[in-house]
């Protein structure tokens, strides 16, 4: 059919510094992202990525960013990332970089592919892992994670609801 | 972004992931999602290595488990995991409270856990509104998917079962206890039926009509409007060439019965013989002719009209019969029927409701109906095979006949306990068929027998004596058998075989009768018919009229001249037990079939002897168009009275004769085609058509409202204040305002006028300032204009002494009434016709010689009817062809002077309205779309306070128009308002466009004074949506 491809970056931000979780904010990085492609491919690049460039998904407790640009620029958008140092935000430095897990031409083959990375992950944490209660926990999410499907989802979140406003106080 | 837009974008992304960062907090799901699971255990960790500052940290801070990170650290592949691990750990402590400063494994994980789970929600749950299959990529789809699961691929079978189960049940709800060949046996069938025709009562015909007619739900009944094939013009010449057969069973008939005098009594105050004939006419009281009178609230004559009836007295069968009880039917529409009946029981005093089961001599015969038609509900299908096989109920389910919708506990008849008459409710106890057109007479002779007599050899030639004992021996045997014994015993009467065959005489007289218009008006004939569907002809044939019979002999011009005698306007249908008993005693169409196939030589005539039922039938005349001078007698027929229950098997056979059948709508045309008001439409002043008009006006509005603004005509800038409804009131009441202040403007200027002095008696007391301010009011707001004439009225009530109807007025408040005293009809028909037939008319009624309407000749009538309509007939003299509502309007001087320059002119234009609603409708809409984005932008605020107020307090305005109570509407055009029309069309019969409609007394004579000799009774009308004027000349029929 007729419509704009895009191609979707799965990409995660490491940092050495925890504050820079803090500031991981969509619209800083979609910023930084756009500098950083001016700087390196000049008036032309930034003018060519920033149509139909978007953050489409982040997540500051995992690091994960899903970035999206159209399909005829996003080399300009893969190359420029590793120019990415350091993550500004109020006055503040703080150093990272992106690391690519993952390109992918829709929304959904990037978050399939980011449930298979994570459940690897886990899995390796879980055989690393030597303390027995921490073992336990990293089990307990696992088996979460791999049984989401037979509940329901709607209690589910209400009651996690409840138990985070409790966990707040 | 629109609402729906956003909604749809929400319903789009609503399993999607949403961001998630620290400062967010945990508005998103996604977040809670996060810490539902870990929140348990990170609680416990908490609680058990408690930090000083932590207590109002956020949850992701961690409890720091140091010999954990090593391992992990060392032991992770990861370089990211190593990294960031290494980061957390050697980050700086204490740089803010809300950053975590140590990572665990077990958040680590908490952390991963709540984004696969995320992701699995976002990737397996489907957000679009499509189905499942239609995700699928062409290649893959297959045929029949959507119908069966397993063409789907296995991964998305789940969603697909769930899919279809939902659309399973959207779908209307079957009755799945049955499949479709036992639904389609007939004895579930006939309990389906039965259930269907609780609500709306079915006639007989019902199933034959839904066949073939688009079927309407009016009045409680079922009823066909329309055929389904295009047959507008065939219908018409059905009418007017061959025969067109309908379905009145729906009329309803309400029976009084008591002595003569009392009921005529009784009667008396609810009719006027200024308004024509009564029940006390002569030709009618004797039964011979069928009578129809216009019924009022008892003493109220001009006003509160109740509505047009039919009725028929019972003959009095012999001289010896004492005219002590006598049978009146009244036959009216089902629209007015419960006013007539309610005004009915009050006037003949009848309050006492007699218990069906006791009310008439013999059971009655709705009861028996209404018993099974209750069981039928409680037998349970299984059971009821079972029953049949033990033979204990032969016929378990039974057709309802009659009124299906009635409680069977609620009364149908009255006992009056001061004069003794009883008034019952027939209504669907009998079944009334119409035959419209020449053809009729022929159909009529064909389709039916007159009824064998049971011994006929016998009795024409063997003496009395001898057939008294045979008939005894006859009875002896026969009578318990034969079901038919009431005709035996008629039969045994020599003075009733006799009336038989005269009956069946003047029967066969009729089919050399080329029209029914020939016969005297209303003719009723009796008549006992055998069953028609015996000689029911093989194939749907045509009949054609009988030129044999056609012979202009003695006995024909005497029937034409006399009518049927008195005598052979008996018929047995007045009997409720006999009709009961055909109805229960018919042979089934099945076994009538059956027999059929058992005959030696197939398709010979059937001969069923003495089991031959006999149903006695009433013939009564309709006369047509008995108005006007041109087509007298157009749409003349005959009506047939059967008892129910055989509707179908009369049906039938007159179709096979070339019948016609038409619905509601060639009913309409009928009576419009005849000139003739329509009932309950053409009443304005009667309850039924003030209700008829509101329907009409609301479905009219409503499919008006269905075209986008542009695609409908503006009714305000054509200047039709009310397209959709008749303002007769305001009409009138700005008639009668306007020729006041007209009169007081005349009687100013010229005091010594022969009119002023006249009117100067009739109203000594005018007060002046009165009228200036009506003046004023007149081009205001009509509220005012409204309540002002009504004052004025009652100030000049007591000046206009002396007539009886003036008290009652007060009270009731609505002085509208339609003009129907017959001696100023004929009066105002003279006075509408051209000069050249002035002369003419003016002969004929020698009385009133005047050709010219004077206001001294017509003061009179407009003391009597201040506000009054006239019923008034318009043809137009060029083109165009008139629709409903369209305004009828007085002609200018000038327009009468280019129409005489030009003779194809065809009349003036309305100019262009201005539309004052406009702007305020584009007002309101900014307003709301302002209103709309200060909720936008202040979401958390009550919807009702932002959204009520203006609601409730703006009406809706509709683009095109007019709102809110209308101006002046005789002067709201350029041409001033007279009436308007309620029917109107192109006229097949006239060749031209024809029209009907109601105009206002005051104003018509106000015109008809002022027009010029050569031009009076010439009018303008005007459709709603068009700004053309066109001529069209006006008349008054009686």
């Known amino acids: 059919m007729v419509r704009f491809k895009h191609r979707y970056l799965l990409c995660e931000v490491v940092s050495d510094d925890p504050r820079c979780r803090l500031s991981l904010e969509d619209r800083v990085l979609g910023g930084l992202i756009r500098d950083t492609i001016a700087r390196v491919h000049g008036t032309f690049g930034a003018a060519s990525c920033s149509i139909g460039f978007a953050v489409r998904y982040l997540n500051a407790y995992t690091g994960v960013v899903l970035l999206r640009c159209r399909k005829e620029f996003y080399h300009l958008v893969c190359s420029a990332l590793p120019f990415i140092t350091y993550l500004e935000n109020k006055g503040h430095r703080y150093p990272c970089f992106l690391n690519t897990l993952h390109v992918g031409g829709t929304i959904r083959t990037c978050q399939k592919f980011l449930i298979h990375y994570n459940r690897r992950q886990l899995l390796i944490l879980l055989q690393s892992c030597t303390d027995e209660g921490e073992r336990q926990a990293i089990q307990k999410s696992v088996t979460r994670s791999c049984l989401l499907e037979e509940r329901s989802d709607e209690e589910f979140s209400e009651s996690g609801e409840e138990e985070a406003a409790e966990a707040m106080e | 972004m629109s609402n729906a837009k956003e909604r749809k974008h929400a319903k789009k992304m609503r399993n999607q992931p949403t961001n998630v960062t620290l400062s967010s907090g945990f508005v998103a799901d996604r977040g809670t999602k996060y810490h539902n699971g870990g929140g348990r255990p990170f609680h416990q960790a908490q609680k058990q290595e408690p930090f000083p500052g932590t207590s109002r940290q956020r949850q992701t801070k961690m409890t720091h488990h140091s010999p954990m990170d090593p391992d992990v650290k060392e032991q992770s592949s990861s370089k990211i995991m190593f990294k960031k691990k290494g980061g957390w750990k050697a980050g700086p402590e204490g740089m803010s409270q809300e950053i975590p400063k140590y990572i665990t494994a077990s958040t680590f994980a908490q952390a991963r856990a709540a984004e696969i789970s995320a992701m699995l929600k976002a990737v397996t749950q489907k957000s679009s509104n499509s189905l499942v299959f239609q995700t699928l990529p062409r290649h893959m789809r297959r045929r029949a998917m959507s119908h069966n699961v397993k063409r789907l691929p296995r991964r998305l079978r789940e969603i697909a079962q769930k899919e279809a189960e939902k659309a399973v049940h959207q779908k209307k709800e079957h009755s799945k206890n049955k499949c479709h060949k036992a639904r389609r046996c007939h004895k579930n069938r006939v309990l389906e039926f039965n259930r269907r025709q609780k609500k709306n009562i079915w006639l007989e015909t019902h199933i034959w009509h839904a066949k073939r007619f688009h079927m309407v739900k009016k009045w409680g009944y079922c009823l066909g409007e329309r055929p389904t094939v295009k047959s507008h013009r065939a219908c018409y010449r059905a009418m007017t060439n061959r025969c067109l057969l309908q379905d009145l069973s729906y009329y309803c008939c309400l029976e009084l019965k008591g002595k003569e005098e009392d009921i005529l009594k009784a009667l008396s105050p609810m009719c006027s013989i200024d308004a024509g004939l009564t029940f006390a006419a002569v030709h009618c009281l004797s039964g011979r002719r069928q009578g129809s009178v216009l019924l009022y609230r008892a003493n109220r004559y001009p006003r509160e009209m109740l509505g047009p009836v039919t009725f028929i007295w019972k003959s009095e069968r012999t001289p010896s019969h004492t005219s002590e009880s006598r049978q009146l039917w009244i036959w009216l529409h089902p629209t007015l029927k419960q006013d007539i009946l309610e005004e009915l029981k009050a006037a003949c005093q009848c309050v006492e409701p007699i218990k069906p089961t006791v009310c008439t001599p013999g059971p009655l015969p709705t009861t028996s109906e209404e018993k099974s038609q209750t069981e039928l509900p409680d037998e349970k299908i299984g059971k009821k095979r079972k029953r049949k096989d033990d033979g204990e109920n032969g016929k378990p389910v039974k057709k309802v006949i009659g009124d299906g919708t009635r409680d069977p506990h609620q009364p149908s008849s009255w006992i009056s306990a001061a004069t003794g008459i009883i008034i019952s409710d027939l209504t669907m106890e009998m079944n009334r068929l119409r035959l419209i057109g020449p053809l009729s007479h022929s159909i009529l002779t064909e389709a039916l027998k007159a009824a064998s007599v049971q011994t006929v050899r016998v009795n024409a030639t063997v003496v009395l004596y001898s057939t008294h004992v045979l008939l005894s021996k006859f009875e002896g045997e026969d009578t318990e058998k034969t079901p038919h014994h009431w005709w035996i015993e008629t039969c045994k009467n020599p003075d009733s075989v006799s009336l038989h065959h005269r009956q069946e005489a003047i029967f066969e007289l009729l089919g050399g009768i080329t029209s029914p218009a020939e016969i005297p008006a209303g003719t009723i004939l009796g008549l006992t018919v055998g069953d028609p569907r015996i000689n029911l002809p093989p194939k749907r044939s045509k009949v054609l009229p009988n030129p044999e019979k056609c012979q202009d002999n003695e006995k024909v011009r005497q029937l034409l001249l006399e009518g049927v005698p008195v005598d052979c306007a008996h018929s047995f249908i007045w009997n409720q037990a006999i009709c009961k008993n055909v109805t229960e005693n018919k042979i089934s169409d099945q076994d009538l079939n059956r027999r059929r196939s058992e005959l030696l030589v197939p398709g010979s005539q059937l001969v069923l002897g003495p089991q031959e039922s006999k149903i006695p039938i009433l013939l009564i005349q309709q006369p047509g168009k008995v108005t006007g001078d041109d087509r007298r007698g157009w749409g003349s027929g005959w009506d047939i009275l059967l008892p129910k229950g055989w509707g179908m098997a009369f049906w039938i056979p007159f179709i096979y004769r070339g019948a016609r059948v038409g619905g509601l709508k060639e009913s309409v045309m009928h009576s419009q085609y005849k000139r003739s008001p329509d009932i309950p439409g053409d009443f304005p002043d009667c309850p039924a058509g003030v209700v008829f008009a509101e329907e009409q006006a609301k479905n009219l509005l409503e499919k008006y409202k269905r075209r986008p603004p542009a695609k409908r005509p503006n009714y305000v800038k054509l200047g039709t204040l009310a397209p959709f409804c008749c303002p007769w009131e305001q009409l009138a009441q700005e008639w ?243 009436g308007f029309v309620t029917q109107g069309d192109f006229s097949m019969a006239v060749g031209g466009g024809e029209a009907l409609g109601f105009v206002s007394l005051t104003g018509l004579l106000d015109m008809l004074s002022t027009q010029p000799a050569a031009e009076r009774g010439l009018v303008l009308l005007r459709a709603p949506a068009s700004p053309q004027y066109r001529f069209a000349r006006i008349a008054v029929e009686v």
Not at chain 2, 842 to 863: F, I
Request: glycine content about 8%.
């Open chain 2, 736 to 978: 009668e305002s306007r020729v006041q202040a007209q009169e007081e403007s005349f009687v100013a200027s010229s005091p010594s006028g022969e009119d002023s002095d006249s009117r100067r008696d009739k109203l000594p007391g005018a007060p002046t300032p009165e009228n200036t301010d009506l003046q004023s009011d007149e081009g205001g707001t009509s509220p005012s204009s409204c309540s002002e004439p009504r004052e004025v009225m009652d100030t000049e009530c007591p000046a206009q002494v002396g007539t009886a109807w003036v008290a009652g007025q007060d009270a009731t408040g609505s002085l509208l009434c339609v003009l129907r005293s017959r001696k100023w009809l004929k009066q105002l028909s003279t006075w509408c016709g051209p000069s050249s037939r002035d002369k003419r008319a003016a002969r004929r009624t020698s009385g009133s010689g005047e050709p010219t309407p004077t206001r001294a000749a017509y003061l009179p009538l407009l003391e009597r009817f201040p506000r009054a309509l006239v019923w008034v007939s318009l043809a137009l003299l060029r083109k165009g062809s008139p629709e409903p509502h369209s305004m009828i309007c007085v002609p200018a001087e000038e327009d009468f002077l280019r129409l005489r320059g030009d003779q194809l002119y065809c009349g003036p234009q309305e100019s262009k309205h201005s539309d004052p609603f406009k702007s305020e409708i584009r007002k309101q809409k900014e307003r709301k779309k302002v209103e709309k984005r200060q909720n936008k932008q202040a979401p958390s605020e009550p919807e009702g306070l932002a959204g009520g107020p203006p609601a409730a307090g703006h009406r809706a305005l509709t683009l095109g128009l007019w709102s809110g109570p209308l101006p002046g509407v005789t002067s709201h055009c350029s041409r001033v308002l007279l």
